[in-house]
């Protein structure tokens, strides 16, 4: 594939991921305001608890074959077809597994109710694990457009349905219909859509050739799902149900904030980087180009949600939720630097060292549990500070792998990314110092928004023309983009 068509394709998936991100993230934010308003912190850090364990689940169900499949020069029906029998039954056993601890599980956070509840929400990683194939064959074909508009339905679904919960009197097990709507909706609709169907005849021959990536990324997941969800289970065990809620909704807005941005870069950058091992130069070229377009996107939108975070919270779920914006504020700190690992993350597994992605991820999650433990007795927001700065500061490991394993000198990465950087803590220091003294809250917030946009639009055009040139010019071709496979 060539680098215009190459260069088209990259532009659709992102578009469309973008699109169907940006449109998921707004649903979230409506029916995430309603729910607020209708339920209580406890509620959200019953469930919020639990996400561990469902996580976890999800990705031993999987093992990491679905990015092993994307990553495969050649694909079968046969790697499908094992894929899906395997995950299959891995997923029932694990269930079991957990059906069976559930009474474990809800005496450790100290909370009777959990057991049914946990055995309800178990139900969700066994309905994605059948969706495994049909999940792999639209990521490594780039059908981004189809995979966003079926998230969409589905969150629309499961949402309405959650509200509706919510609102007859049904606690956190609103929250709980809520994912399980969601998935099994997603799930039933990736199989409409997909033209693979399984084949009775069950070989998981294949898997031997794909095992020694899967494994690796089986890894990744795992020390992954711990380091987003530590918080929860600790906060869960050594304190209350009501901070958990807190730091569970605090902790759900911020990734609202990245996961649009994670969720384009991971649509798109390992199956274009993938197209690209055998070309070095190429590789970096483009690489740097989705870490320019990381950075023009994820620094604003993460420091510009931290400013505005307090008018947001109660603006729209209200002052009981205040204790959040402490979350919010120094979550999005470390928010604005995910994509960015991300991309290090896909520029790892394409050129072939998915084994130094496994053990970056392994160490940081080392490093960040054993910190979380020893700081657990200071409060959240001294843990929320240590966690925020080993993220920031391992960015460096990831670098000097990249520049180790591919090549790629840490001053292109610089001038890639620090521009952005700089002209964001920038605009919003001068935002924040216009505003200061604006004391109504939905005057404070409209001013901030309204300025910082545009004090950033002029700072891109005037600073970096060429990138404020390229992102008119990807929206101008948008429509021309969608009509190329």
């Not at 495969?72 to 039954?89: C, I």
């Not at 919010?328 to 790892?348: E, K």
């Not at 620090?418 to 939905?442: E, G, K, R």
């Not at 004090?455 to 970096?464: D, G, N, S």
């Given at each position: ?339 960015l690992a991300t991309l290090y993350g896909n520029l790892f597994n394409s050129s072939g060292h998915p ?131």
């Amino acid at each position: 594939m060539g680098d215009s068509q190459l260069k088209r394709r990259t532009a659709k998936g992102l578009l469309w991921g973008g699109i169907g991100n940006g449109t998921m993230q707004v649903l979230n934010l409506v029916f995430g305001i309603f729910l607020a308003r209708m339920l209580t912190p406890a509620d959200y850090g019953v469930v919020g608890a639990l996400t561990i364990f469902s996580a976890i689940a999800g990705i031993l169900s999987e093992s990491g074959f679905i990015l092993a499949i994307v990553n495969r020069q050649k694909v079968t029906d046969e790697d499908y077809n094992a894929v899906f029998w395997f995950s299959l039954f891995m997923s029932l056993a694990i269930y079991t597994t957990l059906w069976i601890s559930a009474p474990l599980i809800a005496r450790f956070y100290n909370q009777p109710e959990m057991t049914k509840l946990s055995r309800f929400i178990f139900i969700g990683f066994v309905v994605s694990a059948l969706a495994a194939s049909p999940t792999a064959y639209f990521f490594r074909n780039l059908q981004v457009k189809i995979r966003s508009s079926i998230q969409i339905i589905a969150l629309l679904l499961s949402g309405l349905i959650g509200i509706y919960c919510a609102y007859i009197g049904l606690g956190y097990w609103a929250i709980a219909v809520q994912t399980v709507t969601y998935t099994s909706t997603n799930s039933f609709l990736l199989w409409i859509r997909c033209p693979w169907r399984p084949k009775l005849l069950i070989n998981f021959a294949p898997l031997r050739d794909m095992l020694p990536f899967s494994i690796k990324q089986l890894v990744v997941s795992f020390f992954t799902q711990i380091n987003n969800n530590i918080f929860a289970m600790l906060l869960g065990r050594f304190y209350n149900m009501r901070t958990t809620g807190f730091y569970t909704q605090g902790y759900k807005w911020t990734a609202m904030g990245y996961s649009t941005l994670n969720g384009m870069l991971n649509g798109v950058g390992q199956p274009v980087l993938r197209q690209t091992v055998n070309d070095p130069e190429r590789m970096q070229r483009i690489f740097l180009k989705l870490m320019r377009f990381t950075c023009l996107v994820s620094f604003p939108a993460m420091f510009g949600l931290a400013i505005v975070a307090r008018e947001f919270i109660i603006l729209t779920v209200s002052d009981i939720w205040l204790p959040s914006v402490d979350v919010i504020q120094i979550l999005c700190i470390s928010g604005a630097f995910i994509p960015l690992a991300t991309l290090y993350g896909n520029l790892f597994n394409s050129s072939g060292h998915p084994g130094t992605y496994m053990w970056n991820t392994i160490s940081l999650g080392i490093v960040q549990l054993v910190c979380l433990c020893c700081t657990a007795s200071l409060g959240l927001k001294i843990m929320l500070i240590f966690y925020v700065t080993i993220n920031i500061a391992w960015l460096g490991i990831w670098q000097y792998c990249a520049y180790r394993l591919t090549g790629i000198k840490t001053f292109r990465v610089l001038g890639a990314t620090t521009p952005y950087l700089f002209i964001t803590l920038a605009v919003m220091a001068i935002t924040m110092a216009v505003t200061a003294s604006i004391y109504n809250i939905i005057i404070s917030l409209i001013a901030k928004i309204s300025l910082a946009v545009l004090l950033y639009a002029i700072a891109i055009k005037l600073f970096i023309p060429q990138d404020f040139k390229e992102v008119l010019d990807y929206f101008k071709k948008k429509k021309r983009a969608e009509n190329i496979d």
